[in-house]
């Protein structure tokens, strides 16, 4: 069964660098999303993205956040300068077209120390 | 904008007993969808069932069903035959079905447990 998949599962960073988390949607999907959940919160959506554009954003999604499909296959969250309250799980979810089930991957558990 | 209400914070439930969770939305919306999706003690978001707003049967999934009642605004997922492995979080989720790319809104989610 198509899934999504998330890389890496846990990444450890010091406050300032610059991550890059990566996914790769189901394969026929036309829409892209990140979401964020802070431990024992609810998940809250960053961004979507359709046709090579951002759709949408969340004001938690500000300057220090970028999206990018470089090739086609992978979709990526890139947080240029992380801050300890960017330590939360990452989720990418993917669907075919709006108005049906979204797929998420197994999330990327982001630790900024 | 959507708005998710899970007012369940926690559920107990006997095994192979059923459960009602429950969930209420608010909407300006005419067309969207309501979604479960189960997440575990290792933290990955299984998608469990999916109603739209324009289908006029209840979805069910396997031991899932959706109990949609659109005057009330309600979304409540009823789990039959408890199993163990059924202890997660359950979030209930909604999203717009006019708008290109609509985000998914969630609620608290509810931690349900099941006994043996």
């Known amino acids: 069964e198509p899934e999504v998949t998330q890389t890496p599962s846990h990444q450890v960073t010091q406050m300032g660098q610059e991550v890059i988390l990566r996914c790769v949607p189901i394969?026929?999907?036309?829409?892209f999303y990140w979401y964020r959940q802070i431990l024992g919160q609810k998940v809250e959506f960053l961004v979507s993205?359709?046709?090579?554009?951002?759709?949408?954003k969340s004001e938690i999604f500000d300057d220090q956040f970028s999206v990018e499909r470089p090739d086609g296959s992978n979709f990526t969250l890139k947080i240029r300068s992380t801050k300890l309250e960017d330590s939360a799980m990452y989720f990418c979810?993917?669907?075919?077209?709006?108005?049906?089930?979204?797929?998420f991957g197994q999330g990327t558990r982001l630790t900024v120390v | 904008a959507q708005k998710i209400t899970q007012t369940q914070p926690g559920m107990f439930v006997q095994e192979k007993e059923a459960v009602t969770l429950d969930c209420t939305y608010d909407?300006?919306?005419?067309?969207?969808?309501l979604f479960w999706y189960k997440q575990p003690s290792s933290g990955e978001m299984i998608f469990l069932i999916y109603?739209?707003?324009?289908?006029?049967q209840n979805a069910t999934e396997g031991r899932y069903s959706l109990n949609f009642q659109k005057a009330r605004k309600s979304a409540n997922l009823v789990i039959s035959a408890s199993q163990l492995g059924d202890s997660a979080m359950y979030f209930c989720?909604?999203?717009?079905?006019?708008?290109?790319?609509?985000?998914?809104?969630f609620g608290e989610g509810t931690q349900l447990t099941v006994n043996p």
């Open positions: 909407t300006s919306d005419q067309s969207y969808g």
């Open positions: 109603q739209g707003s324009y289908d006029e």
């Open positions: 979810a993917s669907r075919f077209q709006f108005g049906t089930e979204a797929f």
């Open positions: 394969s026929n999907h036309l829409y």
């Open positions: 989720a909604g999203g717009s079905a006019e708008t290109s790319g609509s985000r998914l809104t």
């Open positions: 993205f359709y046709n090579n554009e951002i759709s949408e």
